[in-house]
Nanobody
Framework: QVQLVESGGGSVQTGGSLRLSCRTS????????MAWFRQIPGKEREGVAA???????AFGVGVAGRFSIFRDHVAKILYLHMGNLKPDDTAIYYC????????????????????????WGQGTQVTVSS
């Protein structure tokens, strides 16, 4: 089993930046796909960005060009750099991982679906004030 621990959340003003980190440990073969999701109370969890083992990426609606995702395979850390933050980005951000079975093509229509992931971190709060 893999363990995922997020960090880096906090409070920033509109236009600011944050970098989230997700440290992985344990059975890391299940980190073939890794992704960031976010959720606000009363709404469904939303896919923000995903990356596969080869470095292909996918981004959710409204974040492309502002957010970037990358992974350090040696340190086993997933990052989400968020720039030009807006109040609508306020949410709890979750890290997730999965080795898709059966194999699936990687892309926004697969890797950004919460139902495709079974490993989750505890979340980190991001608050953007106007």
């Amino acid at each position: 089993q893999v363990q995922l621990v997020e960090s880096g959340g906090g409070s920033v003003q509109t236009g600011g930046s944050l970098r989230l980190s997700c440290r992985t440990s344990g059975d890391t073969h299940t980190t073939y796909w890794m992704a960031w999701f976010r959720q606000i109370p009363g709404k469904e969890r939303e896919g923000v960005a995903a990356i596969d083992n080869g470095g292909s990426t996918a981004f959710g609606v409204g974040v492309a060009g502002r957010f970037s995702i990358f992974r350090d395979h040696v340190a086993k850390i997933l990052y989400l750099h968020m720039g030009n933050l807006k109040p609508d980005d306020t949410a709890i951000y979750y890290c997730a991982s999965q080795f898709p079975r059966p194999p699936l093509p990687f892309g926004a229509t697969t890797a950004l679906l919460p139902s495709k992931y079974s490993n989750w971190g505890q979340g980190t709060q991001v608050t953007v004030s106007s």
